[in-house]
């Protein structure tokens, strides 16, 4: 497993708290930048196969590689491929839902996609979107149809074009979706796109 993250600044050395000892860099050339290894071992840059690779983009952020259960015979060098091979910046997503005209007080706070369709193995996957409401929590969870809703906050579901989307909220009573029509209004709002990604939208809230 690989896993690539960028940061707006640079994280802390053990940002997870799990290293479980004390983290230190080993300084190494990624592509054109000036990185390093975290490990907690300094005789061992990749940490036993717990392996941290960070390096600047050359705009101010960080980005960084956290990898596991390698099967390369060079893993060192694999990882120092691939982030070299990195290219940062800033590019619309499409995601398989559009969501109209969402109140002023509503604000964005993540977006996460779980096993995109075509790279998912037959693995159920979802987008959702999360959102704060005068200090409540609401959020948008879009999967396939079938399967059980959210297991949690109440969730207020409808299907389309093969797709399920739920509503939950966390408190009810702060987020105050009374105006808007409460959480139907909200899925009313919402516009399922179906499977097929060369129908999904990047220009998802509007």
């Known amino acids: 497993m690989i896993w690539l993250a960028v940061h707006d600044e640079e994280p802390p050395l053990d940002r997870r708290g799990d290293l479980g000892g004390d983290p230190v860099r080993i300084p190494v050339r990624v592509g054109t930048q000036d990185g390093y290894w975290v490990t907690v071992d300094p005789g061992d840059p990749l940490n036993g196969g717990d392996t941290w690779l960070r390096w600047p983009t050359g705009d101010g952020r960080w980005a960084e590689i956290y990898a596991y259960y390698l099967d390369y015979r060079d893993p060192r060098q ?3 491929r691939v982030a070299a091979d990195v290219t940062v910046g800033n590019r619309a997503v499409p995601l398989p839902l559009h969501i109209s005209a969402l109140p002023d007080n509503f604000r964005l706070g993540d977006v996460t996609t779980s096993c995109r ?5 037959g693995l159920p996957w979802q987008v959702q979107l999360f959102y704060t409401v005068n200090g409540a929590n609401v959020a948008f969870h879009v999967k396939p149809e079938g399967g059980a809703p959210p297991g949690f906050g109440n969730p207020v579901c409808k299907t389309g074009n093969e797709l399920q989307v739920c509503v939950t909220v966390d408190r009810p009573a702060a987020a105050d979706l009374g ?5 139907q209004g909200l899925l009313d709002r919402v516009t399922l796109l179906g499977l097929d990604e060369s129908e999904w939208t990047d220009r998802v809230i509007g």
């Open 117 to 121: 369709p075509e790279l998912n193995d």
């Open 179 to 183: 105006p808007i029509g409460g959480v």
């Open 78 to 80: 694999a990882l120092l």
